[in-house]
């Protein structure tokens, strides 16, 4: 398949001048000679007989093999090295404008169809490299190590901001309830009962069980009879709030983002800047 995809691609890049059809006129294979015969029989054998479907696939549209073919028709005419060139780069434009700009887009600010890069400024930095030109920013990786997290803050801040402020002023609310106590991290935690056994050690395995919650009372995880191989690895808060509660307690535990997943979105539940609350009982403990 994706092979298949690669070479229509390629193909519809090669007569991607117009980029509307009323339709395509049928060719049909006329057979005079054997090579006629021998050449459309090659043809079927080299192309998977449930190419319509592949393509419907594809493209989501069925009304759009007409517009493909009619690519495909004017490509396998234009293969000069000059026709070859402006099609690859066609091509490469086309991939640019979707699957590399959505994929930065997910991978620098959580969001494919977030509208953040520059387009025009995007291409000169291709257009400086492949002439040769020398780049007005002189080390890309080291500016963008300065610079980028500066960005994603304010993208993060226009999105989610309220939603911050939301989680925010919930942590000062709570912080002022009865039996609420506030550590030197941040984390607050309140006791719903106090066990008697032994205080957990980060190497030490649990076993527990917790239900995880947004502070508008969405679930986003929950077990009964959770065992965690020692306390490394777990979120910052969770593994302090664990390593200060003893065999037999129960807590009620409120994360700030800080000490979460901060700006980074943790499935469909958790967004960027979510306060956790958890509230956990420790059943027992063992050491490896």
């Known amino acids: 398949m994706k092979n298949l995809k690669l070479a229509v691609i390629a193909l519809a890049a090669a007569g991607g001048l117009s980029a509307c059809t009323s339709g395509v006129t049928a060719q049909k294979a006329s057979f005079v000679t054997t090579a006629d015969s021998v050449s459309y029989a090659i043809g079927l054998a080299n192309f998977p007989p449930q190419l319509r479907s592949m393509l419907i696939q594809q493209f989501g549209d069925s009304t759009l093999i ?16 000059k026709e070859k060139a ?3 780069g066609y091509n490469l434009g086309q991939s640019i404008a979707t699957d590399m700009t959505k994929q930065i ?15 025009a400024n995007f291409l000169s930095a291709f257009i400086d490299l492949a002439k040769g030109n020398t780049p007005i920013i002189a080390d890309a990786n080291e500016y963008l190590k300065e610079n980028l997290p500066k960005l994603q803050e304010e993208v993060l801040q226009e999105k989610h901001g309220a939603y911050k402020k939301e989680n925010e002023d919930f942590l000062t609310e709570n912080a002022k ?4 106590v506030t550590t030197e991290s941040g984390l607050q935690y309140k006791v719903l009962q106090e066990g008697t056994g032994e205080t957990i050690k980060e190497d030490q395995t649990v076993q527990l069980s917790y239900e995880g919650k947004l502070i508008d009372g ?4 929950s077990n009964e009879n959770a065992e965690f191989n020692g306390t490394n690895g777990l979120v910052k808060g969770f593994k302090e709030a664990l390593e200060m509660m003893n065999v037999g307690s129960k807590y009620e535990v409120y994360i700030p983002q800080e000490l979460a997943y901060g700006t980074n979105p943790a499935g469909d539940k958790i967004k960027p800047y979510s306060t956790l609350v958890f509230t956990i009982e420790i059943k027992g403990i063992e050491n490896k």
């Open 66 to 81: 007409d517009d493909m073919i009619k690519g495909v028709q004017e490509g396998f005419t234009k293969t000069s090295e």
């Open 86 to 88: 402006y099609a690859m």
């Open 105 to 119: 887009h997910n991978q620098m600010f959580q969001d494919e169809n977030a509208k953040v890069l520059n387009s």
């Open 177 to 180: 309830k009865e039996g609420i």
């Open 218 to 221: 969405t679930v986003f995880d």
